[in-house]
Nanobody, 121 residues
Framework: QVQLVESGGGLVQAGDSLRLSCRASGGSFAYYIMGWFRQAPGKEREVVGSTYDGSTTTYTTYADSVKGRFTISRDNAKNTVYLQMNSLKPEDTALYYC????????????WGQGTQVTVSS
């Protein structure tokens, strides 16, 4: 069983930056695809991006809405994945979740509790 704990959310102004962290425990972190998701009030949850760092394959993907502003990175030695968010906009306001899935599976099996990001205009 994998436990995920996000941190780093807060209230910022438009144009500011934040870095979210998600620390994993209880599993083989290096083997998981790690994803960041967000859900704004009244909207469906959407993917922000994902990252995988395997022995032969490494990739990071981003939603079009955050491409060029957000950066996902991971430190397998610390069992932690990060979401660096720059040039934040009010529409980035949401509850941000990290999630983990086995690379051979389609759906994410493990979810954190979320951390709130609020961007004021």
């Amino acid at each position: 069983q994998v436990q995920l704990v996000e941190s780093g959310g807060g209230l910022v102004q438009a144009g500011d930056s934040l870095r979210l962290s998600c620390r994993a425990s209880g599993g083989s972190f290096a083997y998981y695809i790690m994803g960041w998701f967000r859900q704004a009030p009244g909207k469906e949850r959407e993917v922000v991006g994902s990252t995988y760092d395997g022995s032969t394959t490494t990739y990071t993907t981003y939603a079009d809405s955050v491409k060029g502003r957000f950066t996902i990175s991971r430190d397998n030695a610390k069992n932690t994945v990060y979401l660096q968010m720059n040039s934040l906009k009010p529409e980035d306001t949401a509850l941000y979740y990290c999630a983990a899935r086995d690379r051979l599976k389609v759906s994410y099996d493990y979810w954190g509790q979320g951390t709130q990001v609020t961007v004021s205009s």
